[in-house]
């Protein structure tokens, strides 16, 4: 063995030490109560050294880090639309960490930009599209940014050569809508005051008849609409805009129509959501996060776009030292945001080759009735309040007595939940959500046994 195959020898097993502690930990305390990032400082040893350390003393810093760092892990994490630690995508990063390929030409990522290919070709498929592209993103926000982007070039093809031109731009969006949509017209000098926020029924679904009165007020006023945001599974209550409505406003005004599918693309899996994707087929691009509900590790965000050339068309640039074919259809490097680019696609492509398709549907299953469970659990608990059936996987509740932010401290403070919370309708209610597959049916109904408990032995303020 030479040294270099000693080392990583070494450290493949500190991480194997690492991974074992970790879960042990997890298992004795699997909610750590939250540390104030002051007391962190004080107690971590986080400050860079001159001269290197050991093994032994690069594992003694981490291994403090690691046991201050709160668990995400499945059984009692429900705070975030992320969760899990699954082994064939952690192999998957891992590999691709240790490979080091860059993900912008064939030349230097070879087989990965295939396997990117065949990713973005088969959820493509499973959207309904038929001759679409695609790009990997480091997350939803990016990828919607990116949408908006090939949005603005489509509706303007000079902006991108001359920048603004005092346009009124508009986009639209539902009253929840994700914040990476202003943030994205902030970014691209459309402005977060030109985002139309358009009203939601009562299962908090963008109301058609009053985006399309917005659009042609606007008009009339003279803004250019530029794009309509639709959401596949809101942030907060997980609810589908009516695509096909959408699609019929945004075709008959030659308008570009995004569907944010961050959270909930991955639900196309589930024949029980197929009314809520009807339409899918027909719109511009799509967004969707694979570090959400695919169980793979932070962050791997797809975007799609329903025809071929509108990548190139919006971040094609000229780079001799770099794109050195005649053709860039190998060349992943003409079609993205980015210029160096880490290989995101290995580990979905790891853990899909381990679950086939049929497994992710029987997950994606899951989780739904997983968060079904945990509606039935609030309706039979007389002090809880379901604020409203749940669209897809997040649930909405209230107790009686214990103000959400008070409850969800509680939860985490007593070592038994990390659980968020959010507003609807003014009230601020606790959203659980139901994103790792991993989750037994017996810890949903553990959680809201735990919010009992600390309900009746707790003074919550
Ligand atoms: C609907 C929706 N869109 C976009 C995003 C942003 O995704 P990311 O966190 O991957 O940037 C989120 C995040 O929760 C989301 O819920």
Redesign the pocket.
């Known amino acids: 063995m030479n040294n270099q195959d000693k080392q990583l020898a070494q450290v493949m097993d500190l991480f194997t030490t690492l991974l074992d502690e970790r879960r042990s930990q997890e298992r004795l305390e699997p909610i750590a109560p939250a540390v104030p990032p002051e007391v962190l400082l004080d107690e971590l040893s986080l400050e860079l050294p001159v001269q290197g350390l050991s093994l032994d003393g690069v594992a003694a810093r981490l291994r403090a880090v690691i046991e201050a760092t709160p668990s995400t892990a499945p059984g009692r994490f429900y705070n975030?639309?992320?969760g899990g630690r699954e082994t064939f995508a952690v192999l998957g990063d891992v590999l691709a960490s240790a490979l080091n390929n860059s993900m912008y030409t064939f030349k230097v990522a070879g087989p990965q930009v295939l396997l990117e290919n065949e990713l973005i070709e088969r959820m493509g498929k499973l959207m309904g599209y038929q001759d679409h592209e695609g790009t990997f993103t480091?997350?939803?926000?990016?990828?919607?940014l990116c949408a908006m982007v090939v949005a603005r070039d489509h509706a303007f093809p000079e902006f991108r050569e001359q920048g603004m031109n005092g346009s009124k731009l508009r986009v639209y969006m539902s009253t929840h809508?994700?914040y990476?949509?202003p943030k994205a017209a902030a970014i691209l000098g459309i402005g977060r005051a030109n985002i139309v926020r358009i009203p939601v029924d009562k299962r908090g679904r963008m109301l058609a008849p009053a985006l399309a009165r917005a659009i042609d007020e606007d008009v009339e006023a003279g803004y250019l609409p530029l794009m309509v945001n639709a959401?596949?599974?809101?942030?907060v209550l997980g609810a589908f805009d009516p695509i096909e409505q959408l699609a019929d406003i945004c075709e008959s005004r030659n308008l570009w129509l995004h569907l944010?599918?961050?959270?909930?693309a991955t639900l196309v899996f589930d024949e029980r959501f197929q009314a809520e994707f009807a339409g899918s087929e027909r719109v511009d691009s799509i967004?969707w996060?694979a570090?959400?509900l695919m169980g793979v590790p932070?962050?791997c965000?797809v975007l799609l776009l329903r025809e071929r050339g509108r990548l190139q068309a919006s971040f094609d640039e000229v780079a001799g030292y770099l794109f050195q074919t005649e053709d860039d259809h190998w060349n992943p490097g003409t079609r993205s945001i980015q210029c160096g680019r880490r290989n995101d696609a290995l580990k979905l492509w790891t853990n899909w080759l381990h679950h086939g398709t049929a497994g992710y549907r029987a997950r994606t299953e899951r989780m739904r009735d997983l968060a079904l469970l945990a509606a039935d659990c609030v309706r039979e608990a007389p002090e809880l309040t379901l604020v409203k059936e749940p669209e897809s996987l997040t649930v909405c509740f209230t107790a009686e007595g214990a103000p959400a932010e008070s409850l969800c401290e509680a939860l985490q403070d007593a070592g038994l939940a990390m659980v968020g919370h959010a507003t609807v309708e003014g009230e601020s209610v606790v959203r659980l959500a139901l994103v790792d597959p991993g989750t037994q049916k017996e810890q949903v109904r553990c959680f809201f046994e735990d919010v009992r408990d600390v309900m009746r032995s707790r003074a919550i303020a």
């Open positions: 975030q639309l992320f480091p997350g939803g926000s990016l990828s919607n809508a994700h990476s949509v959401t596949a599974g809101t942030t944010d599918g961050a959270f909930g967004t996060d570090h959400k932070l962050s965000s």
